[in-house]
């Protein structure tokens, strides 16, 4: 299939054009009269040839409002784009069809799809587009706006295939942590998918983005639990900290001179009260240390 580029054609200011076709029919109709009363059919008959061409001619005038272009085709064959603004006239026999250049957007519906781990997933996004190209908008797909619509949801499939919906390492994008770059693969998925029908799409961006009803439950549970462990390590950590410090305090010090069971047991002690989740209630020993 032979690809059709946007080209410029020219066009005719269209309020000259139109006075002109005015002028005609007016000069026409005035002949027709003049010429009828005296009985003279030969000038007659050039009036109405020349109010008949008037308003042919007037066939030519159209509108072009700003951000949008007109497209001409003389009996199928592409001949030009026109993008002056205002009043315009060309040949009476061109075809003419207005493309909007002007940016819209859409929002796809929830998609349920299976992101790169498996889990079914609800997903939508948010697509601004325009159209670059009115030629290639026009005759390299059927209905460019229905193109635009099918075209982006099956790229906003494709690309949470390719995603876990949640981070596992550090270094791995996810569909829910990194909304930036996220956003960047998904137009750049779309933009590859319009590139022929002349679109340009100028922003995309999830609006959307859930486990499936069947398995939020379970799937929120399984983050509360790596929430509460991630926690608890970062808890452990410190308190170890603290219990070192402790202990290399009272040794440096001389404070008190432990033996390794004696150690074990204050190390023991000291992590449960820093590591419990619930107040301590500790036991003094009021009489000798051993």
């Not at 889990?119 to 697509?127: H, K, L, N, R, Y």
Request: glycine share 6%; net charge negative; proline share 3%.
């Amino acid at each position: 299939m032979s690809e059709i580029r946007e080209k410029d054609t020219g066009s005719l200011p269209g309020i000259p054009m139109l006075l002109a076709c005015l002028a005609l029919i007016i000069l026409g109709a005035y002949l027709f009269i003049a010429f009828v009363r005296v009985g003279s059919a030969i000038p007659a008959i050039g009036g109405v040839a020349a109010a008949l061409v008037g308003l042919a001619m007037m066939a030519g005038v159209y509108t072009v409002a700003p951000n949008q272009s007109a497209v001409m085709s003389l009996f199928g064959k592409y001949i030009g784009t026109v993008d002056e603004t205002g009043l315009r006239w060309n040949n009476i026999f061109y075809s003419k069809k207005k493309i909007s250049k002007r940016v819209r957007n859409f929002e796809s519906g929830k998609l349920k799809v299976n992101e790169l781990d498996g889990s079914p997933i609800e997903i939508a996004a948010i697509v601004v587009w325009e159209v670059s190209d009115s030629a290639e908008a026009v005759f390299n797909v059927d209905d460019y706006e229905s193109f635009v619509q099918i075209q982006s949801e099956s790229a906003i499939r494709a690309m949470a295939t390719s995603y876990p919906y949640d981070q596992h390492s550090a270094d791995q994008i996810s569909l829910r942590s990194h909304p930036d770059e996220i956003s960047e693969r998904l137009r750049h998925e779309i933009q590859e998918r319009l590139a022929k029908a002349g679109i340009h799409v100028i922003e995309s961006r999830i609006s959307h983005l859930a486990y499936s009803p069947e398995i939020a439950g379970a799937m929120l549970q399984r983050q509360q639990a790596g929430a509460i462990i991630a926690a608890r390590k970062k808890i452990v950590e410190g308190a170890v900290g603290i219990v070192e410090d402790a202990l290399v305090e009272l040794k440096s010090k001389g404070l008190i001179d432990l033996d390794p069971e004696r150690r074990a047991a204050m190390v023991s002690n000291l992590l449960v009260v820093l590591c419990s989740d619930k107040a301590t209630q500790p036991v003094v020993n009021t009489g000798s240390l051993y």
